[in-house]
């Protein structure tokens, strides 16, 4: 009989500490949405006319075509009405400017920013090139008001939120784009002066979404790709979160026609799935099987169709990349084409050399741009097409605009490298693995007006980063 009421009371004892350690865990994880809770939480979400004005400016920026505003001898956007709405409100609200004015100085992306407006400045006087200033101005200021207004107006997880919608919907759009065969953003929002055509490779038409270029909407895609694979409430890397969303994302990438694109996809998605935690690694292994049965019955379906053979058309552009094949002809591809396309590539390098480019002037953005170099075996190469980022910067702002401009990208790399090593968040990684894979995929080709796009994305990862308390000093 004692032994049955020792044994009773051990069993009680055993049950209250259960649920004191149930109510401990359960207090603790209070304490921590409480923790997340009071660092994203905005000063000036209460100020509707602001917080409006900025989810325009988030949403048309990534919905909506450069192409799509009124010309009144500049381009007034959406983009850049935005601007100016922003600009209103701070001269009727003059603490606004100090503040936001405090803001910019507390990122480490400021003064390679400064020092590239600098080189603009320089470059747009002794050029006569207005634009060669304004662009650049224009943009670093839509860089910095998204920090601003996503810190203390819109809040991390609400712009979380209109990234993942507008992913959603460009990613169906995608899909009726492609079926449509051409753009519908072209037919129906072209509204001032623009060189914006469709593209066909191979006789099929290549989507570009609000982007001007094919190569410029796979830009925006390798962003959204990371984007569909974060769990924000865990704050963790998981590659089907959004099984949904990453599957219509991948379409739209093999739609774009681009090999670059779809290679760099194929790597950011490896990387982002070597980022994840064991439990979802295993998962997505699953995912990952799945997703490859699916395009195995899609392709064995539909592998006669026009949409089964572009598919095809890609993944066997890719491999004829990688492995200098040429399976690609069996589904239509234009071999001298593409032989063209990447041979001339190899050519671009060489413009650092040409000696009638000033190293400490560039030619500014008025000015278009031709070279030729004389091959080996005689042949003569013309170069009229710079599908390279960092060679357009040295031909527009020579060295000093090169080397500010990377400075810029490697303190942003920097910082959030910084703090994926501080705070371990998933939020973090993905931010990091999207900018890193856009930069990487601007030596394949220029930026194509897209640079908003990535704005956006360090804009999130500096408004996070300040509004935690341990950060506000170092970011």
Request: net charge positive.
């Amino acid at each position: 009989m004692q032994n049955r009421k020792k044994q009773k009371e051990r069993g009680k004892q055993k049950d209250q500490k259960k649920q004191e350690e149930q109510g401990r865990q359960k207090m603790s994880q209070e304490a921590e949405v409480e923790r997340q809770l009071q660092t994203e939480r905005t000063e000036l979400n209460n100020l509707k006319i602001l917080f409006w004005v900025n989810v325009f400016m988030l949403a048309t920026g990534i919905l909506m075509p450069q192409y799509f505003g009124i010309h009144i001898g500049w381009d007034i956007t959406c983009l850049r009405f935005s601007n100016i709405l922003l600009c209103l409100y701070a001269l009727v609200n003059p603490r606004i400017i100090t503040h936001f004015w405090n803001t910019v100085l507390r990122c480490t992306a400021f003064l390679p920013a400064a020092c590239y407006l600098f080189v603009a400045l320089y470059t747009m006087v002794l050029r006569a090139d207005i634009n060669a200033f304004m662009l650049v101005f224009l943009e670093f200021l839509t860089f910095f008001m998204l920090i601003y207004g996503i810190r203390y107006v819109l809040g991390c997880r609400r712009a979380f939120q209109i990234i993942l919608f507008c992913a959603y919907f460009l990613g169906i759009y995608g899909l009726v784009e492609f079926a449509a065969g051409h753009s519908l953003y072209l037919q129906f929002l072209r509204t001032v002066p623009t060189n914006v055509v469709n593209q066909y490779r191979s006789g099929h038409y290549r989507i570009m979404g609000p982007c001007g270029h094919p190569l410029g909407y796979g830009l925006l895609l390798l962003l959204f790709l990371a984007v569909a694979c974060l769990d924000y409430e865990k704050d963790i890397v998981y590659l089907f979160k959004r099984p949904f969303l990453l599957g219509l994302l991948i379409l739209n990438v093999f739609l774009t026609g681009s090999r670059s694109t779809l290679g760099i996809a194929a790597l950011e998605i490896l990387v982002l799935f070597l980022l994840s935690g064991k439990a979802e690694k295993c998962k997505s292994l699953l995912g990952m099987a799945a997703m490859a049965a699916l395009l195995g019955i899609f392709l064995l379906l539909f592998h006669r169709t026009s949409i089964g053979q572009y598919v095809l058309l890609q993944i066997t552009m890719l491999i004829d990349q990688i492995f200098d094949t040429e399976f690609s002809l069996a589904y239509g591809a234009d071999m001298e084409l593409l032989k063209n396309s990447e041979g001339y590539r190899e050519y671009l390098p060489r413009i650092f050399t040409l000696d009638y480019l000033n190293p400490l002037v560039g030619r500014g953005v008025k000015r278009s741009f031709g070279a030729e170099f004389v091959t080996e075996s005689g042949a003569i190469v013309y170069i009229k097409s710079i599908d390279n980022y960092y060679v357009q910067q040295y031909i527009k702002y020579a060295y000093p605009g090169l080397v500010s401009y990377c400075l810029f990208i490697l303190a942003v790399i920097g910082t959030m490298l910084h703090y994926v090593r501080r705070e371990k968040s998933g939020i973090y990684r993905v931010l990091l693995v999207a900018v890193c894979c856009y930069f990487f995929n601007l030596w394949y080709l220029d930026a194509l007006q897209t640079l908003k796009f990535v704005y956006i994305i360090i804009a999130l990862f500096y408004a996070r980063a300040m509004g935690s308390d341990n950060g506000r000093k170092e970011c």
